[in-house]
């Protein structure tokens, strides 16, 4: 396996973590398992490395490997970082008629709103988005007519390796509760590993007792281990006020800065504001938001490469945008300038900040107050149900805590202060699944009866999803 990974990875001699290997161990034993490691620790490899060192081997392990994200612009990264690492070792196909069953050939394809290449789910390692997965759960895939072509999908999940990453971001009520449901029922026909940075640690424990299955959460010393997280330090800072274009400048210095707001007008009104004080300076400055065309977007992501990625070399740029880069997205930069939001948001925001190794492992993650409304209101932006104030409320709280000048936060001192700010509204829907399975799977048979089409939305998405994108109105 460790001969396998550096191939992959394309670095001579570079093994896979502890971590990567004892999830292998667990999967390889038909175990099912929780993963809770930081952000930039590698989490994609250690589902990925497992299934196509069986392959390698000639071992049967599972028939095929989906790859479950709640964004699409996660799917897409991921994707084309998977199928750039396999073309090292096999013949990658990109769409299932391409498959010519040599030995050396795996097929690799995406299923989303905006690239439909694999809507049966025939690929060998399927990357799709979560409203595609478990529409095709409930025999109504968006992809396809559900009258008549409705529970194929279905069958395709019977023997599968199921990985769902950034497991928190599921919307707690409605698509998590439905996708416990489904490993549920699933556990005896499928593998499953569910991955996530924030989740609290009596969550992991909810949900093992419910799935079963092996929990890894890396200790402190692991992450210390880890090449990105050795000698990295990230500063939180609060900041007891709204942000605005001098505090980006102000520290920005030539670097790199990424600022993230919570809703596009809010980025757009940053950016416009930035554009008009950098019109006269060399300084490279981006916008990326949900509302962009494919094309533009695309556009602007390889720039993301370019100027924020681990090889970058560029440097004086100003990423202003929102929460379509909080997860999947692999970039960093020295300052990282955020509203304040739920602390997994903050967390999974700032893991865009110091997230390489050396002098790109040191930053420094301003947190901001929110502006408010013409009311005189906060701006909760897509915060604003009785649960998100209550979290954001929790959130300023534990961020007033931090000295003046901010502090150091290791992955384990992150944990501690999601474990005070998610751990019982977390518990409260989780334990709401144990008491409410009647009524729940009740609708989840309606739907996949075709009897309650009004259903499907309530189970997968809430007012504020695009269920045919995977993508945040808000965002």
């Known amino acids: 396996m460790k001969c396998l990974f550096d191939r992959l990875t394309g670095e001579k001699g570079f093994n896979p ?17 929780f993963l809770c490691a930081p952000t930039g620790a590698g989490k994609t490899w250690a589902a990925l490395l497992p299934y196509i060192w069986a392959r390698k081997q000639g071992i049967s392990f599972v028939d095929r490997l989906i790859y479950v994200l709640p964004l699409r612009t996660l799917a897409t990264t991921l994707y084309a970082e998977t199928v750039n ?56 895939p968006v992809s396809l007519p559900p009258k008549r072509l409705g529970n194929i999908n279905a069958g395709a999940l019977l023997g599968s390796l199921i990985v769902f990453d950034e497991f928190h971001l599921l919307e707690p009520d409605k698509a998590m509760q439905t996708a ?21 640690t009596r969550s992991h424990e909810l949900l093992q007792g419910i799935l079963g299955g092996e929990t890894i959460r890396l200790t402190g010393d692991e992450v210390l281990a880890l090449p990105s997280h050795k000698e990295k330090q990230r500063i939180y800072r609060w900041i007891k006020r709204p942000l605005t274009a001098d505090d980006i400048l102000n520290q920005h210095n030539g670097k790199r800065s990424i600022v993230i707001l919570n809703t596009v007008t809010r980025a757009q009104n940053i950016f416009k504001e930035l ?7 060399n300084t490279k400055l981006l916008l990326l938001h949900s509302r962009f065309y494919s094309e533009d977007r695309k556009e602007t992501e390889d720039d993301l490469k370019v100027w924020f990625g681990k090889d970058a070399e560029k440097s004086d740029v100003i990423l202003v945008t929102t929460q379509v880069v909080e997860a999947g997205i692999d970039i960093s930069a020295d300052n990282l300038h955020t509203e304040l939001a739920p602390l997994n948001s903050i967390v999974q925001r700032a893991g865009r900040c110091a997230r390489y190794e050396g002098e790109h492992g040191i930053g420094t993650v301003w947190i901001y107050e929110l502006g408010t409304n013409k009311k005189g209101e906060p701006d909760l932006g897509p915060y604003r149900d009785n649960e998100q104030k209550a979290l954001v409320a929790d959130t300023r709280a534990v961020l007033e805590q931090l000295p003046d000048d901010g502090a150091v936060l290791d ?65």
């Open 411 to 475: 992955f384990m001192a992150e944990l501690e202060r999601l474990d005070k700010v998610h751990s019982n509204l977390e518990a409260k829907h989780l334990e709401s699944y144990q008491q409410n399975q009647y009524a729940l799977k009740t609708k989840i048979h309606e739907a996949m009866d075709g009897r309650n089409e009004a259903a499907i939305s309530s189970l997968l998405k809430n007012p504020h999803f695009d269920l045919f994108n995977s993508m945040y109105l808000w965002y």
């Open 17 to 33: 973590y502890p971590y990567q290997e004892k999830v292998a161990g667990h999967l390889l034993e038909g175990k099912n398992v």
């Open 85 to 140: 690492c396999c073309k090292r070792i096999s013949a990658v196909k990109n769409l299932p008629d391409e498959r010519t069953n040599l030995e050396d050939e795996i097929v690799i394809t995406i299923q989303t709103g905006e690239q439909k290449n694999d809507p049966f789910f025939e690929g060998d390692i399927i990357f799709t988005t979560i409203d595609q997965y478990l529409s095709s759960y409930l025999n109504c």
């Open 180 to 200: 416990i449901e489904m490993l549920e029922r699933l556990k005896p026909f499928s593998q499953f590993v569910i991955m996530t940075a924030t989740l609290t």
């Open 275 to 281: 554009k008009r004080r950098l019109k006269d300076s």
